[in-house]
């Protein structure tokens, strides 16, 4: 009981650590069985309650450690995956490379191919076109030598034949000329008759 109580309580009055332990007697009496049960109750509630709250602290614990394990394995299979992909993927990075290389050396070879034999090409094309044009220029010269020579001929014909026009008119001239003459002496013995 507090003091205000001890007060209020007709033979209260005493004072002093008598009066005190003599509450607690008759507290203990009045009330000692229950006070003592609710006491063990009390006692027995705490100690469930620290049991509780250390198998509380123990399975938090636990599943924390649990939840850690699975955290860290997760992580560790992230970081293996990961690993092989960059390792998968550096591989194909390499193999894409030395790919285009080859190609790259595939496609020099044959540009330097198709150069070489479109030189050589026209190499044979131009000794082709060179011999052609030689054999045009032979048949031309051939043709202009022919064409010569029968122009010659012909000019010569013409000449030849013209003379023996010119050599035909002055026998004609000629023959005219005596028949001419042959006529005009009739005449004169026709005139001396």
Known sequence: ????????????EVAGPEAGASVDKIRDILFGSQ??????????LEENLVRETVELKE????????????????TEALAARIKAEREERTNNFHSLDRDLK????????????????????QSTLRKELMAESRKLLD???ERHDSLR???????????????????LSELL??????????GQPGQDSNEGH
């Not at 190609?103 to 050589?120: F, G, P, V, W, Y």
């Not at 020579?149 to 050599?167: F, M, P, Q, Y």
Request: glycine share 6%; proline share 1%; net charge negative.
């Open 173 to 182: 001239i000629g023959m005219a000329t005596q028949i001419s003459e042959d």
């Open 35 to 44: 006070i003592k049960n609710y006491e063990a109750r009390f006692a027995r």
């Open 59 to 74: 399975t938090m614990r636990k599943r924390f450690d649990s939840l850690e394990g699975f955290f860290r394995s997760e």
């Open 1 to 12: 009981m507090s003091e205000v109580e001890q007060k209020d309580m007709p033979g209260a």
């Open 149 to 167: 020579a029968l122009l010659e001929r012909r000019v010569g014909e013409l000449r030849h034949t013209k003379t023996d026009r010119a050599l």
């Open 139 to 141: 048949e031309i010269a």
């Open 102 to 121: 080859s190609i790259h050396d595939e496609m020099n070879r044959k540009i330097h191919d198709l150069d070489a034999s479109t030189a050589e090409g």
